[in-house]
């Protein structure tokens, strides 16, 4: 009737828009993978029972589900390839984090304090890697870090080493791939919240007493976490992971979920193990999503 | 000697030149505006007082203490920012807190000063509010408060009032006054509002093209200004532009295009051309159904321009008039509305005598 309920239907449908995105995307597939996860392994196709099927009818339905058991978590803890995979994750998540932050926020804070018109030049040099695909990149530090690679040739003809040196296989070169790919996610956010920041609040730091280290601690510093926090949050979740990076670059030593999860899928072929696995690893990722989401909102509660 | 003595001070931005051999003395205890359009380099010089830009060419002497090299943070002088630069993250508390704790003073003193400081500017119960949970006029109080916590030797404040709305900016200039007069510090304020200038300071200096051309207290600035540029600048007024044909008994004759011959009283210093202004304020014209009566003035030191009404303005306290000359020229009049009926309104159209004395117009040099 009036222009408002007009206007206001658009605006309803692009609230709705990301929950039927998350329903449709995430919550449906995390229900398969969720009963997956509770179902016995078979030698049949699908690899596992029971399998629903609705034309068989309800009592049918009942029975299989019925059969539904949390055997598969409970081999997840009695195993400790998993609790170690799921360690090694987090360890090489966290600590990967941590250097991408160290190594990320000086770039951002100088790409920040660019002239303006040089900002953007160094805003498509951090994002120019994109434009080549992942995998390639990846193979390229294979080629860098192998034992005849670019690396040893350099560091032979320097006469810094009398012998080349294993890179290749190493977690030296795994944290090496990790940090080169993932600087940017760490970058860009970090950049977008230096950038925003208010000059005349470091001048007013100044003015009070505070020398520009000093000033940067008191005042850059805090007012930047939304940024590191979103760049951490960015870069923790995905590494924990990842799959390709230590496959390809790291030693065959120990496993990072990713690679367990992909030996007990294809490898195994036991669907259940593998996606009571993931499920477990989604487990593990909601608590810091709260936490992160929890300072966010109390931060937003003091500027409102 | 002078508490601040700016001594020659020039500063360039690429071609531009902002502060152009700037000289002035400020006594301890003033309060000073420096007032002028925006572009002038007003805002420039503060922040070469504050440490934030470094003069080309100059000195800058505090007690005798050259400081145009001192950084910002090692200075005995703070500043009030325009958009106030209050730490979004920190509350009222550490916000005035702030300057004291680099200054190494001790817990329970900073405690003590920052208490006193809140009820200085009446922030008492609001100590742990972030500043986006304060109004304007509170968060411009906290501004305040912080910049005055380390009792600096001058106060800078740039456009301190310019974020207020009308009511509250008149409201906070009393405050700023008596607060100033108060603690007898020194406050430098940057503005481009004259009214605000002449208001609260002591002395102006008004600059134009990065130049300090007057300095001067409110009423000598509006009553007699040094160019025909800061009588427009400063106030409304009517300026016709003539040649001093006639001198003798302090008193000029001076034939002008627009008004006819004018007879002005003549200033110290004496005009040394012949080619001048003759200004007049708008509040200084008198408007008659006839020629003033005999025993308004002396006839020769009075004068007559006649006139009809084109345009009236209703404001309230004042009612402004435009009355066209013989000449075509517009002549720009300004009333007190002392009585609440309008007995001695003028109407559009009406024919009307203007007058002023010799004593309110002012020459000025061309």
């Known amino acids: 009737?009036?222009?408002?309920?007009?206007?206001?239907?658009?605006?309803?449908?692009?609230?709705?828009?990301?929950?039927?995105?998350?329903?449709?995307?995430?919550?449906?597939?995390?229900?398969?993978?969720?009963?997956?996860?509770?179902?016995?392994?078979?030698?049949?196709?699908?690899?596992?029972?029971?399998?629903?099927?609705?034309?068989?009818?309800?009592?049918?339905?009942?029975?299989?589900?019925?059969?539904?058991?949390?055997d598969n978590f409970r081999l997840l803890l009695s195993d400790n390839l998993y609790i170690l995979s799921y360690l090694r994750s987090l360890v090489v998540a966290v600590s990967a984090t941590l250097i991408l932050l160290v190594i990320g926020y000086p770039i951002a804070y100088g790409m920040a304090r660019l002239p303006r018109r040089w900002q953007g030049v160094a805003m498509m040099l951090v994002i120019v890697p994109f434009w080549t695909s992942f995998l390639i990149r990846i193979y390229a530090w294979i080629n860098i870090l192998q034992h005849d690679g670019l690396l040893n040739q350099i560091l032979l003809a320097l006469h810094i080493v009398s012998a080349p040196l294993v890179w290749l296989s190493t977690?030296?070169?795994?944290?090496?791939?990790?940090?080169?790919?993932?600087?940017?996610?760490?970058?860009?956010?970090?950049?977008?919240?230096?950038?925003?920041?208010?000059?005349?609040?470091?001048?007013?730091?100044?003015?009070?007493g505070a020398s520009p280290l000093k000033a940067f601690w008191l005042v850059t510093f805090p007012l930047s976490l939304p940024g590191v926090g979103a760049g951490a949050?960015?870069?923790?979740?995905?590494?924990?992971?990842?799959?390709?990076?230590?496959?390809?670059?790291?030693?065959?030593?120990?496993?990072?979920?990713?690679?367990?999860?992909?030996?007990?899928?294809?490898?195994?072929?036991?669907?259940?193990?593998?996606?009571?696995?993931?499920?477990?690893?989604?487990l593990l990722l909601v608590p810091p999503l709260v936490l992160y989401d929890r300072l966010q909102r109390r931060q937003l509660a003091g500027r409102n | 000697m002078p508490l601040l003595r700016i001594e020659g001070v020039a500063k360039s931005f690429g071609n531009f030149r902002a502060v152009d051999t700037f000289s002035l003395d400020i006594r301890a205890g003033e309060f000073f505006a420096l007032l002028g359009p925006s572009g002038c380099g007003k805002t420039t010089l503060l922040r070469m007082l504050a440490g934030f830009e470094t003069p080309d060419e100059g000195r800058i002497l505090l007690g005798g203490n050259d400081i145009a090299h001192v950084l910002p943070h090692e200075r005995p002088v703070n500043m009030m920012f325009q958009n106030y630069a209050l730490f979004p993250h920190l509350s009222v508390r550490d916000n005035i807190a702030f300057g004291l704790?680099?200054?190494?003073?001790?817990?329970?003193?900073?405690?003590?000063?920052?208490?006193?400081?809140?009820?200085?500017?009446?922030?008492?119960?609001?100590?742990?509010?972030?500043?986006?949970?304060?109004?304007?006029g509170q968060r411009q109080r906290v501004a305040l408060a912080r910049s005055l916590a380390r009792r600096p030797q001058v106060l800078l404040l740039d456009e301190p009032l310019a974020a207020l709305d009308k009511k509250l900016r008149e409201s906070t200039q009393g405050e700023l006054m008596e607060l100033q007069r108060r603690l007898g510090m020194t406050f430098i304020i940057v503005t481009h509002d004259q009214e605000e200038a002449m208001t609260?300071?002591?002395?102006?200096?008004?600059?134009?093209?990065?130049?300090?051309?007057?300095?001067?207290?409110?009423?000598?600035?509006?009553?007699?200004?040094?160019?025909?540029?800061?009588?427009?600048?400063?106030?409304?007024?009517?300026?016709?532009?003539?040649?001093v044909i006639a001198s003798g008994h302090s008193r000029l004759t001076v034939s002008t295009a627009e008004a006819g011959t004018l007879t002005v009283s003549e200033l110290w210093p004496p005009v040394t051309k012949?080619?001048?202004?003759?200004?007049?304020?708008?509040?200084?014209?008198?408007?008659?159904?006839?020629?003033?009566?005999?025993?308004?003035?002396?006839?020769?030191?009075?004068?007559?321009?006649?006139g009809v009404v084109a345009?009236?303005?209703?404001?309230?306290?004042?009612?402004?008039?435009?009355?066209?000359?013989?000449?075509?020229?517009?002549?720009?009049?300004?009333?007190?509305?002392?009585?609440r009926l309008d007995v001695d309104a003028y109407l559009a159209g009406q024919r009307v005598v203007a007058w002023f004395t010799a004593d309110d117009c002012l020459v000025l040099e061309q």
């Open chain 1, 171 to 208: 977690d030296s070169a795994m944290y090496l791939g990790i940090v080169y790919s993932y600087l940017p996610f760490m970058i860009l956010p970090l950049y977008a919240t230096l950038s925003r920041m208010d000059a005349s609040l470091l001048e007013a730091a100044n003015d009070l």
């Open chain 2, 101 to 136: 704790r680099r200054a190494g003073m001790p817990r329970a003193e900073i405690a003590t000063r920052v208490a006193e400081m809140v009820a200085l500017v009446r922030l008492e119960g609001m100590e742990k509010r972030k500043p986006d949970q304060l109004s304007g």
């Open chain 1, 1 to 70: 009737m009036s222009a408002r309920r007009i206007f206001a239907r658009p605006a309803r449908f692009a609230a709705i828009a990301p929950y039927v995105w998350m329903v449709l995307f995430f919550l449906v597939p995390f229900g398969f993978v969720l009963k997956i996860s509770l179902s016995q392994t078979a030698i049949a196709q699908p690899p596992y029972t029971p399998v629903f099927d609705v034309a068989e009818g309800r009592a049918a339905l009942a029975a299989a589900f019925a059969q539904l058991s949390f």
């Open chain 1, 233 to 282: 949050l960015l870069c923790f979740i995905p590494i924990v992971g990842e799959f390709v990076i230590p496959d390809l670059l790291a030693g065959s030593g120990s496993l990072m979920i990713g690679q367990t999860l992909w030996l007990e899928f294809f490898t195994n072929k036991d669907w259940p193990v593998a996606s009571a696995a993931a499920v477990a690893l989604l």
């Open chain 2, 200 to 243: 609260m300071a002591g002395r102006i200096g008004v600059m134009d093209a990065g130049r300090l051309v007057q300095v001067a207290t409110p009423r000598n600035l509006y009553e007699a200004p040094a160019t025909r540029w800061i009588a427009g600048f400063v106030g409304d007024i009517n300026l016709f532009d003539g040649q």
């Open chain 2, 274 to 306: 012949n080619v001048v202004s003759v200004a007049i304020r708008p509040e200084k014209v008198k408007l008659s159904r006839r020629a003033p009566a005999n025993g308004e003035g002396d006839a020769q030191t009075i004068n007559r321009l006649d």
């Open chain 2, 311 to 339: 345009d009236v303005n209703y404001l309230g306290g004042v009612t402004t008039y435009k009355v066209r000359l013989e000449s075509g020229a517009i002549l720009r009049a300004s009333m007190a509305n002392t009585a």
